[in-house]
């Protein structure tokens, strides 16, 4: 199954396209200045070069309330993802993050980190690809994608 992580932002956004554990495509894309249709384009060719069946896309959750002038941006961002990448699922990271480092850690992945914040999506995705990675967004979609495989396999407890 090939399923697609993507960890939205108005200036970097990290997307990874996974068959599993092993990595298909990964990149930083810089969206600051891209019109709807490019980012549209973008994502449609990216799901029929990849035959991408499930996505995983972070969602936007506001810390401790606050909300900034690019708040609507972002979620209108999101709202292109989910309309044109299949099967979405939005999750906050909290979500994802918690039920991820408890399968990693079952297959022996130690968090140095003492929350789920970067340092743990950069270790996690390094343990779980054994290789590293360019910056902490396509980290944290790699997660999402691998995250994203194991949603629906009844065999695997989250």
């Known amino acids: 199954m090939i399923t697609c992580g993507i960890d939205p932002g108005l200036t970097n956004t990290g997307i990874a396209v996974m068959s599993g554990r092993e990595l298909v495509f990964s990149e930083t894309l810089k969206v600051r200045g891209l019109t709807i249709h490019e980012v549209k ?6 799901q029929n070069k990849y035959e991408i069946e499930r996505t995983g896309v972070e969602r936007f959750a506001s810390y401790r ?10 979620l209108m961002f999101i709202g292109i993802l989910i309309s044109y990448m ?6 906050r990271a909290i979500d994802w993050k918690v039920q991820l480092s408890h399968k990693l850690y ?8 003492k929350s789920l914040d970067k340092t ?10 054994g290789k590293k ?3 902490h967004h396509e ?6 994608g691998y995250w ?5 396999d009844a065999s695997i407890k989250l």
């Open 41 to 46: 384009t973008y994502f449609e060719v990216l």
């Open 65 to 74: 309330g606050v909300t900034s002038s690019d708040t609507e941006n972002l």
């Open 86 to 91: 299949p099967s979405p699922q939005l999750v």
């Open 106 to 113: 079952v297959e022996g992945f130690r968090n140095k980190a």
């Open 120 to 129: 743990f999506s950069k270790d996690a995705a390094e343990f779980l690809l």
């Open 133 to 135: 990675l360019k910056s």
């Open 139 to 144: 980290c944290d979609a790699v997660l999402l």
């Open 148 to 152: 994203r495989s194991l949603q629906e």
